[in-house]
Structures are given as structure tokens and as C-alpha cells.
């Protein structure tokens, strides 16, 4: 199972980023120099986290596969997606993360495993239902 590459996830952050005037930047106490830091910070994150993914699934059994994939994908955009807290109001992560499940889930729609199985997919898709 492949998911995002690195290209993707920073076409998708530089996308989810654009929505952040820079009034709001200043609204949430974050000048150009730490929104730089925050997404940064956030790729940097998303990249940690792939790595730990090939390796754990190079050791995986077959239905371990699961759980490595959702712990994955819980930890990007749980853990990742609060790097965007430093320079977006609450509201706009819950939008920002649920943009972003839904970019994972439409990339992997072929992949092996469902991940719409995973609790951050089943939690943010359906907010992104709400948010529509």
C-alpha cells in the first residue's frame, strides 16, 4: 500500500494553507516566519512518521497491516495536524484536517487495505459531511 507522497502532502499543505489571510496569520499570533516554521515543522512531522510506517511494515504480518496503517494515519493528522494550531483558529484545523483525510482517502482508494476503517478517517470524514 502506497500513500501520499512527499509531493502530494506538500501540494496538499501549500493548498490548505491558502486558506490563512495574512489578517488571520496575525489574528492567531503567527507572522510569516513561523507560518513557514509551522509547515516545517508539519512536513517534517508527516515525513517522520512515513519513515516509521516502511519500517514497521517491512516487519508487519498480514493482519498487523491494519493497525500500522491507521496508527499511521492517526498520528498525521492528530499529532501532525496540531503543528497547524500555531497559526490557525480551531475551526480551520478541524477543516484543514478533514481536507486532508479526504486527500488521503481519495489517493488510496485502490490500496489494499480500507483505510476508511481507520478512527481519524471515520472522525474527520465525518465532519467534512458537516462541513459541506
Known amino acids: 500500500m502506497t500513500l501520499m507522497s512527499p509531493?502530494?502532502?506538500s501540494v496538499l499543505f501549500l493548498t490548505l494553507s491558502a486558506v490563512m489571510t495574512d489578517a488571520e496569520a496575525e489574528e492567531?499570533?503567527?507572522d510569516e516566519n513561523q507560518f513557514r516554521e509551522m509547515q516545517a515543522d508539519f512536513s517534517s512531522c508527516t515525513a517522520g512518521y512515513k519513515a516509521e510506517y516502511g519500517e514497521a511494515v517491512s516487519r508487519a504480518e498480514a493482519g498487523d497491516l491494519a493497525e500500522v496503517t491507521c496508527s499511521l494515519l492517526d498520528n498525521m493528522v492528530t499529532?501532525?495536524?496540531?503543528?497547524?494550531?500555531r497559526c490557525h483558529r480551531v475551526e480551520e484545523v478541524e477543516v484543514m484536517r478533514a481536507m486532508f483525510v479526504e486527500?488521503?482517502?481519495?489517493?488510496?482508494?485502490d490500496a489494499t487495505f480500507n483505510i476508511e476503517s481507520c478512527?481519524?478517517?471515520r472522525k474527520y470524514r465525518s465532519k467534512t459531511i458537516n462541513i459541506i
Open 7 to 9: 509531493l502530494c502532502l
Open 103 to 109: 486527500s488521503i482517502v481519495s489517493k488510496n482508494k
Open 119 to 121: 478512527e481519524s478517517v
Open 79 to 85: 499529532v501532525c495536524g496540531q503543528h497547524w494550531t
Open 28 to 30: 492567531a499570533g503567527c
